[in-house]
């Protein structure tokens, strides 16, 4: 099992999120909030890019929101901490001594799911 600080490609992304990567693909373009990092032509996102990716999901598909109104959500909120990735309130020292609850149960969450997934693979 991966550690939550480590970097997932688009593919087990996409599969903890239940989207297809190119939903993920579309999401980069238009939300310039998300930003994995790229080498060699591949994506990999890390714990604070997925809980961005899901509230994204959950603004679209649990509250119907439109692409532009997520938009607008996310810009409204970006003074909160609960909108914005980890990585751009604090530094990576800071994350290591102050772990957001929040993200950590959802991390679990996630792997928890992925496992259970993996049983019918």
Avoid: C
Wanted: overall charge positive; charged content about 30%; hydrophobic content about 35%.
């Amino acid at each position: 099992m991966k550690s939550e600080h480590a970097y997932r490609t688009i593919t087990e992304v996409a599969e903890l999120l239940q989207v297809q990567p190119s939903v993920l693909r579309f999401w980069e373009t238009q939300f310039s909030q998300i930003k994995p990092t790229k080498r060699m032509g591949r994506r990999y996102y890390q714990s604070d890019d997925i809980v961005l990716l899901a509230k994204i999901r959950d603004f679209l598909y649990k509250d119907f929101l439109t692409i532009k109104g997520v938009q607008k959500k996310l810009k409204e909120n970006t003074s909160e901490s609960h909108i914005l990735p980890v990585t751009q309130q604090a530094t990576p020292a800071q994350k290591e001594t102050k772990s957001d609850p929040a993200i950590t149960a959802f991390i679990q969450e996630v792997t928890d799911i992925k496992e259970e997934l993996a049983q019918y693979l």
